[in-house]
C-alpha cells in the first residue's frame, strides 16, 4: 500500500531553521506532483508548497516565499521542505501529499495521498 512518511519536525526558536522529508512508497514517485500543507490548532489545511513531476516547477504559499524551499529526489522517492527564517505562525502539523496530477495543487481535497504528519513548533 501508499505510505508517506514524514520526518524531521521539532521545536526551534524563531528564527532558526528545519528540513523536513517526506519518505515515499508503494506508488510510482516520479508521476506524482508533491506537496506541503499544514494545520495548525483550530484551523483548515493551508497549503505551504509544491513541486512538480521532474521538480522543474515549484510553488509555494505568499506567506512562507522566500523563507521555504520544496525540492524531490525521484532516486530516493523523497520530497524535502527546507524552512528557513521560522516564525511563531509557522507552528503546525506539516502533512506531505502525493497527487497524480499537475493540477489544482494548492487544494487539498485534490490530493490522493497523505502522510500522518509532522509538528513543528516555534517559539518566540
Request: hydrophobic share 35%; aromatic share 12%; glycine share 12%.
Amino acid at each position: 500500500q501508499v505510505q508517506l512518511v514524514e520526518s524531521g519536525g521539532g521545536l526551534v526558536k524563531a528564527g532558526g531553521s528545519l528540513r523536513l522529508s517526506c519518505a515515499a512508497s508503494g506508488l510510482t514517485f516520479r508521476s506524482y506532483a508533491m506537496s506541503w500543507f499544514r494545520q495548525a490548532p483550530g484551523k483548515g489545511r493551508e497549503f505551504v508548497a509544491a513541486i512538480t513531476l521532474s521538480g522543474s516547477t515549484t510553488y509555494y504559499a505568499d506567506s512562507v516565499k522566500g523563507r521555504f524551499t520544496i525540492s524531490r529526489d525521484n532516486a530516493k522517492n523523497t520530497v524535502y521542505l527546507g524552512m528557513n527564517s521560522l516564525k511563531p505562525e509557522d507552528t503546525a502539523i506539516y502533512f506531505c501529499a502525493a497527487r497524480n496530477r499537475v493540477i489544482d495543487l494548492t487544494n487539498p481535497g485534490k490530493y490522493d495521498y497523505w502522510g500522518q504528519g509532522t509538528q513543528v513548533t516555534v517559539s518566540s
